[in-house]
């Protein structure tokens, strides 16, 4: 894999035909499936659970499936995605009620863990938990939709992260979600993002291998 990591988010995929999507995105040169998982509760949107990342692993899906819960309560999804093929799962710290102990529930099935801040959360929620973290994902956008414009501020906070990253000396993913375009990813990624997800710009063009190499060309820049 590349240092720099695309994950297309299958919220903007064909639902009716969400295999074959989602294999024409990998074969189109995407490194990772990010899968938003929402539950109109924790946010005002309802998409998929484990049953559907399960199918994807039966339909033959072997690439990383990097589950962003955005759910409340998180616990019990945890086991579920775990057995249904994740490699990665992230939450929201304002859904759980002991962070720790969900990072830790997280490891313990087997997966990468991470947490996902907000726009408004604040960075401190980092401080007492960067040793159970491989990933940091900052939202460049609230929650719950697809298609929105990406968040300027997010850029100062991403610097700020990638700082805390490296100063902890730990091998951690940083990670951006959220209004991510060919026009935009390579000042994101001179802020110090290394994984890209992005749903629209990429499954709302008819050549997906277009839009992903042209911001792979832009990551090169
Ligand atoms: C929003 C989701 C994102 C979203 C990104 O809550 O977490 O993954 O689908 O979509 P775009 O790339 O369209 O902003
Ligand atoms: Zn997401």
Not at 20 to 38: E, K, Q, S, Y
Not at 96 to 112: E, M, N, Y
Not at 157 to 180: C, F, M, N, P, T
């Given at each position: 894999?590349s240092?720099?990591?695309?994950?297309?988010?299958i919220?903007?995929?064909?639902?009716?035909?969400?295999?074959?999507?989602?294999?024409r995105?990998?074969?189109?040169?995407?490194?990772?499936?990010?899968?938003?998982?929402?539950?109109?509760?924790?946010?005002?949107?309802?998409?998929?659970?484990?049953?559907?990342?399960?199918?994807?692993?039966?339909?033959?899906?072997?690439a990383?499936?990097?589950?962003?819960?955005?759910?409340?309560?998180v616990?019990?999804?945890?086991?579920e995605?775990?057995?249904?093929?994740?490699?990665?799962?992230?939450?929201?710290?304002?859904?759980?009620?002991?962070?720790?102990?969900?990072?830790?529930?997280i490891?313990?099935?087997?997966?990468?863990?991470?947490?996902?801040?907000?726009?408004?959360?604040?960075?401190?929620?980092?401080?007492?938990?960067?040793?159970?973290?491989?990933?940091?994902?900052?939202?460049?956008?609230?929650?719950?939709?697809?298609?929105?414009?990406f968040?300027?501020?997010?850029?100062?906070?991403?610097?700020?992260?990638?700082q805390?990253?490296?100063?902890?000396?730990?091998?951690?993913?940083?990670?951006?979600?959220?209004?991510?375009?060919?026009?935009?990813?390579?000042?994101?990624?001179?802020?110090?993002?290394?994984?890209?997800?992005?749903?629209?710009?990429?499954?709302?063009?008819?050549?997906?291998?277009?839009?992903?190499?042209?911001?792979?060309?832009?990551?090169?820049?």
């Amino acid at each position: 894999m590349s240092s720099f990591l695309i994950a297309p988010s299958i919220l903007s995929a064909d639902f009716a035909r969400l295999g074959d999507d989602v294999a024409r995105v990998l074969a189109a040169g995407a490194d990772v499936v990010h899968f938003d998982v929402m539950d109109n509760h924790y946010v005002p949107n309802l998409t998929f659970g484990p049953m559907v990342c399960q199918s994807l692993r039966d339909f033959g899906i072997t690439a990383p499936i990097d589950v962003h819960l955005m759910v409340k309560p998180v616990d019990s999804l945890v086991p579920e995605f775990a057995k249904a093929g994740a490699d990665i799962i992230t939450f929201h710290p304002e859904a759980s009620d002991h962070v720790d102990r969900t990072l830790q529930l997280i490891k313990d099935h087997g997966c990468k863990a991470g947490l996902v801040l907000n726009p408004a959360t604040p960075l401190n929620i980092l401080d007492h938990v960067m040793h159970r973290l491989d990933v940091v994902l900052l939202m460049s956008v609230n929650p719950g939709f697809g298609g929105q414009s990406f968040i300027p501020t997010t850029l100062d906070k991403l610097r700020a992260v990638k700082q805390r990253i490296l100063a902890s000396g730990r091998d951690i993913r940083l990670e951006i979600d959220g209004g991510v375009k060919v026009d935009n990813i390579a000042e994101i990624a001179e802020a110090g993002a290394d994984m890209f997800v992005a749903g629209s710009a990429i499954f709302s063009q008819p050549d997906y291998r277009t839009v992903i190499e042209q911001m792979r060309a832009e990551l090169a820049s």
